[in-house]
């Protein structure tokens, strides 16, 4: 048979040269609030008052589950959440478009084939520099992400203040920001993240990075690997790494309002096999004495293709390097800006 159209409810299928209208079973939401006592959610489930899942519990979500929340509502998770592997998507979401809070890790969580729609809503949740709330927020907590899509919503995507992530195969878009990591230990490999705050927006100062990292250069670092990802587009940075210990291999970043890659405030970044491409700045080692060493990139088509400095009057302290081998930078406005901007072994061209 052919699908002809289908609404909530109905459908209208072809069979031959005759239609045939059909009535589509919807089950009632199972409607949960409050701490929970059942830790097994299939079909439906609908999220009217913050729900918590209490310490030394775990909460199974069958996969294919659609989960609703209510305005600004969210789910803490005192114990631990986690999203079956294998088989339909599962799906967060919100109720009559209003959007939804997030999702509250205080222990752990694991995530597989999983979307996130019009989430981060509710302000007295924020989080970060750019005063929004993440969908999913970590507090210490053990996080891993596998083939998850967070999209289309007022917060940002992630937000953690210390602990461990993992994020593979996952996109964020159409966020206020792709997210931002206090003193946290993160892997991300094979992801993308895109169009911050959304496609087409004005140029505002909220900061719209594509991810914001925050270190503190004055102890040991957590390390943060980012393998084979892509940036592509946002109002502010691509990657702004504020004292962090930071290494890219295999980057794609493009488009970004202000720097493709913003290093500042100490702490290290290693760049390999990456492209920075169509920003202000491609590169840049801002105040803070960052160190910051690239090999095989290709910058190009930004404003500024390497700069030491940036555009903040108050903080004059420009003692950092950038070191580049084996690189290309061409076809940007200017080469290079300031001062102590070193290039060894660097093909370059204007």
Same mark, same amino acid.
């Given at each position: 048979?052919?699908?002809?159209?289908?609404?909530?409810?109905?459908?209208?299928?072809?069979?031959?040269?005759?239609?045939?209208?059909?009535?589509?079973?919807?089950?009632?939401?199972?409607?949960?609030?409050?701490?929970?006592?059942?830790?097994?959610?299939?079909?439906?489930?609908?999220?009217?008052?913050?729900?918590?899942?209490?310490?030394?519990?775990?909460?199974?979500?069958?996969?294919?589950?659609?989960?609703?929340?209510?305005?600004?509502?969210?789910?803490?998770?005192?114990?631990?959440?986690?999203?079956?592997?294998?088989?339909?998507?599962?799906?967060?979401?919100?109720?009559?478009?209003?959007?939804?809070?997030?999702?509250?890790?205080?222990?752990?969580?694991?995530?597989?084939?999983?979307?996130?729609?019009?989430?981060?809503?509710?302000?007295?949740?924020?989080?970060?520099?750019?005063?929004?709330?993440?969908?999913?927020?970590?507090?210490?907590?053990?996080?891993?992400?596998?083939?998850?899509?967070?999209?289309?919503?007022?917060?940002?995507?992630?937000?953690?203040?210390?602990?461990?992530?993992?994020?593979?195969?996952?996109?964020?878009?159409?966020?206020?920001?792709?997210?931002?990591?206090?003193?946290?230990?993160?892997?991300?490999?094979?992801?993308?993240?895109?169009?911050?705050?959304?496609?087409?927006?004005?140029?505002?100062?909220?900061?719209?990075?594509?991810? $914001?990292?925050?270190?503190?250069?004055?102890?040991?670092?957590?390390?943060?690997?980012?393998?084979?990802?892509?940036?592509?587009?946002?109002?502010?940075?691509?990657?702004?790494?504020?004292?962090?210990?930071?290494?890219?291999?295999?980057?794609?970043?493009?488009?970004?309002?202000?720097?493709?890659?913003?290093?500042?405030?100490?702490?290290?970044?290693?760049?390999?096999?990456?492209?920075?491409?169509?920003?202000?700045?491609?590169?840049?080692?801002?105040?803070?004495?960052?160190?910051?060493?690239?090999?095989?990139?290709?910058?190009?088509?930004?404003?500024?293709?390497?700069?030491?400095?940036?555009?903040?009057?108050?903080?004059?302290? $420009?003692?950092?390097?950038?070191?580049?081998?084996?690189?290309?930078?061409?076809?940007?406005?200017?080469?290079?800006?300031?001062?102590?901007?070193?290039?060894?072994?660097?093909?370059?061209?204007?």
């Amino acid at each position: 048979f052919t699908p002809v159209y289908s609404a909530p409810g109905a459908a209208q299928v072809a069979l031959g040269s005759n239609t045939l209208d059909l009535e589509i079973a919807q089950p009632s939401p199972t409607v949960v609030s409050g701490e929970l006592t059942d830790f097994s959610w299939s079909g439906v489930i609908q999220v009217d008052a913050n729900v918590t899942v209490p310490a030394g519990e775990t909460l199974i979500i069958e996969p294919g589950t659609i989960v609703m929340t209510a305005l600004d509502r969210s789910i803490i998770v005192d114990g631990s959440i986690e999203v079956a592997a294998g088989g339909p998507m599962t799906l967060f979401t919100s109720i009559n478009g209003e959007p939804w809070g997030g999702i509250v890790i205080n222990g752990s969580a694991s995530f597989d084939n999983t979307a996130f729609i019009n989430g981060g809503g509710n302000e007295g949740r924020a989080f970060g520099h750019s005063g929004s709330q993440p969908v999913i927020f970590g507090e210490a907590a053990n996080v891993t992400l596998r083939d998850v899509v967070i999209q289309d919503g007022p917060g940002k995507a992630l937000g953690a203040r210390g602990g461990t992530w993992t994020i593979e195969n996952s996109l964020f878009t159409r966020l206020d920001t792709g997210g931002e990591f206090e003193r946290t230990e993160l892997t991300i490999t094979d992801s993308q993240w895109m169009d911050f705050p959304a496609i087409d927006a004005p140029v505002m100062d909220d900061d719209n990075d594509g991810i $914001y990292l925050l270190g503190d250069s004055s102890t040991e670092q957590p390390l943060i690997t980012i393998t084979n990802s892509t940036w592509i587009g946002g109002a502010d940075d691509g990657i702004d790494h504020n004292g962090s210990r930071v290494q890219i291999t295999g980057g794609y970043i493009e488009g970004f309002a202000n720097e493709c890659v913003a290093t500042s405030s100490g702490g290290t970044v290693e760049l390999s096999d990456t492209l920075l491409s169509g920003c202000a700045q491609g590169l840049e080692a801002g105040y803070g004495g960052p160190q910051v060493t690239g090999d095989h990139l290709l910058i190009q088509n930004s404003g500024i293709g390497v700069r030491i400095g940036d555009s903040y009057s108050d903080r004059p302290d $420009y003692s950092g390097t950038i070191t580049l081998t084996d690189s290309i930078i061409q076809g940007n406005g200017d080469f290079a800006d300031r001062k102590s901007t070193r290039l060894n072994s660097s093909h370059e061209s204007h």
